[in-house]
T-cell receptor, first 108, second 113 residues
Framework: GEDVEQSLFLSVREGDSSVINCTYTDSSSTYLYWYKQEPGAGLQLLTYIFSNMDMKQDQRLTVLLNKKDKHLSLRIADTQTGDSAIYFCAEMRHDMRFGAGTRLTVKP | KAGVTQTPRYLIKTRGQQVTLSCSPISGHRSVSWYQQTPGQGLQFLFEYFSETQRNKGNFPGRFSGRQFSNSRSEMNVSTLELGDSALYLC????????????FGPGTRLLVL
């Protein structure tokens, strides 16, 4: 089974906030990441958070980390149709471990 | 600054053949990692190279190998191709081994018939 778990699908309306959730299993992970993948493309690093932080904000993106519950979330404010993509959560241990990805669909 | 480039972008091979994929990291980056992405298994780590040495290896058979050159460019090779090797192969570069940020290339899509 996967070490990093995410829900597979999320659908929101344009202008709403999107929240993508992720759980990981290794408390020794040093960094946790969010990547975006659009059709036919590679992975785009959106943001990352060091394990000793609780929150990180970068423009429309807010990352929350709950180390006790090993829960990571990505909030996208004012979601746009261009945000439609697959979002991967990943943890860095000895190597990078990815979740299965959450497909975000933004409806106009 | 140019991003990570991978060649070729698409490749079709038949079972039993071998294939070599190439990755050029971002200028100044010395670490290159390779990943395999399939619908069934998702993204899986293959190996990481730094200073021409393999520093880390994922759980893949010996048919998967790689190398890194003195200019940090990397190649991965898959021998005796199987149908299940059909995947998107992604390369990522970072400044150094263990660096927290990796930047991914567009990938090479391999189809094995």
């Amino acid at each position: 089974g996967e070490d990093v778990e995410q829900s597979l699908f999320l659908s929101v309306r344009e202008g709403d906030s999107s929240v993508i959730n992720c759980t990981y299993t290794d408390s020794s992970s040093t960094y946790l990441y969010w990547y975006k993948q659009e059709p036919g493309a590679g992975l785009q690093l959106l943001t990352y958070i060091f394990s000793n932080m609780d929150m990180k904000q970068d423009q429309r993106l807010t990352v929350l980390l709950n180390k006790k519950d090993k829960h990571l979330s990505l909030r996208i404010a004012d979601t746009q149709t261009g945000d439609s993509a697959i979002y991967f959560c990943a943890e860095m241990r000895h190597d990078m471990r990815f979740g299965a990805g959450t497909r975000l669909t933004v409806k106009p | 600054k140019a991003g990570v480039t991978q060649t070729p972008r698409y490749l079709i091979k038949t079972r039993g053949q071998q294939v070599t994929l190439s990755c050029s990291p971002i200028s100044g980056h010395r670490s290159v990692s390779w990943y395999q992405q399939t619908p069934g298994q998702g993204l899986q780590f293959l190996f990481e190279y730094f200073s021409e040495t393999q520093r880390n290896k994922g759980n893949f058979p010996g048919r998967f190998s790689g190398r890194q050159f003195s200019n940090s460019r990397s190649e991965m090779n898959v021998s005796t191709l199987e149908l299940g090797d059909s995947a998107l192969y992604l390369c990522a570069s970072s400044l150094a081994f263990g660096e927290e940020t990796q930047y991914f290339g567009p990938g090479t899509r391999l189809l094995v018939l």
